[in-house]
């Protein structure tokens, strides 16, 4: 059992600098239904969260990506020579570490670059990888990826661009091509991406994994409060607000909400007082799953062709490997 009390309290400037952010939080909850970006989970606080979230027994994204990972990456890798893994939304690196190995075992690894926009947690993965890695070079890179990649100007190619766990799955389809289409534009002929997706399956067993026992992932979902507390100075009580997860059958997706347990005001600095009636809620996070087609549509806008589609049919979840079209 994860023990909550041990993932210390939120403490300011652990992410990205976002001097856009009061602007995003406003048009959030000025909407008819509220809604703010997931990325506002991760600072220190919620990226250990989410690794808790990762070793839950319902959450079965990580391990079946795992058990592909062990599968196929010495094969791949070995096939692609590549020299430079680029890794969108990195956070601990635990996976990543399975395509290192592979990398590190053709004798042609050059360079990791962990992208992420929980700053102090992405500085942490990377000097614990500098230890385990000695040869490599490890240029973390902090940026939020719906927006840019950070790059650095020189990484040795043939490359690999990573994005694990279905991440994917958390942008809605104008802005996941958009990231799609923002790695296929860094890409040269002979790189390859990887990319992680959760598939359509059963419901029960799918929102099982976003309502854990243990309350786990619902204090993932508030965390969302104290990082708005935190970085914007507003007066959020989490308390005052309920997880809820559910599957929407129609869109494939799961939703996250956060919902007002009474009628309150809550007060952000800057943009005055946000009124809340009991039941309302904020949408937090969608978690999209997919099938071949719809991967196959996403790819398609992005400039992207499916060129590897390893799956494991007992608990559905795909790794994609893409090259440009
Ligand atoms: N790839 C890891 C972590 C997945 S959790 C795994 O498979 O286990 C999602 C990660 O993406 C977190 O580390 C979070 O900080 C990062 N992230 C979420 N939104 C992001 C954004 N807009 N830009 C950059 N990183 C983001
Ligand atoms: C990071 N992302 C892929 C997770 C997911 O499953 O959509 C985030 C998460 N939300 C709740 N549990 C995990």
Do not use: C
């Amino acid at each position: 059992m994860p023990n909550l009390a041990r993932i210390r309290a939120t403490r300011p400037l652990e992410r990205v600098p976002n001097p856009g952010m009061l602007a995003e939080v406003a048009a959030g909850l000025a909407a008819p239904q509220k809604e703010l970006s997931p990325k506002y989970f991760y600072d220190q606080r919620g990226s250990e969260l989410f690794e808790a979230i990762t070793r839950l027994p319902e959450y079965y994204p990580t391990r079946t990506e795992r058990a592909l990972l062990e599968g196929w990456m010495p094969e791949l890798m070995a096939q692609l020579g590549t020299r430079t893994l680029i890794e969108l939304g990195a956070g601990n690196a635990e996976k990543s570490r399975i395509i290192l190995d592979a990398m590190r075992a053709t004798g042609l690894a050059e360079l990791y670059v962990p992208i992420d926009v929980s700053a102090t947690f992405l500085s942490l993965t990377a000097a614990q990888l500098r230890r385990e890695y000695p040869g490599l070079t490890v240029e973390p890179a902090i940026a939020d990826i719906s927006v840019e990649l950070n790059l650095p100007r020189r990484m040795p190619r043939p490359a690999l661009f990573a994005f694990l766990g279905g991440t994917i799955g958390n942008f809605y389809p104008p802005a996941a091509i958009r990231l799609l289409a923002r790695v296929r534009a860094a890409m040269e002929p002979g790189d390859r991406f990887l990319m992680g997706v959760d598939l359509r399956k059963d419901i029960a067993r799918i929102e099982a994994a976003y309502n854990d026992s243990q309350g786990v992932t619902a204090e993932f979902n508030r965390n969302m409060l104290l990082v708005l507390n935190h970085e914007l100075g507003a007066d959020f009580d989490p308390a005052a607000f309920e997880h809820r997860a559910f599957y929407d059958t129609v869109a494939h997706r799961i939703e996250m909400h956060l919902v007002s347990s009474r009628d309150q005001v809550v007060e952000i600095p800057g943009l005055g007082p946000v009124a809340f009636t009991a039941g309302e809620s904020i949408r937090t996070e969608i978690s999209a799953k997919y099938d071949r087609a719809s991967v196959s549509a996403l790819f398609d806008a992005a400039g992207l062709r499916i060129e590897a589609w390893p799956i494991d049919p007992a608990t559905p979840f795909g790794l994609v490997v893409g090259a440009p079209a």
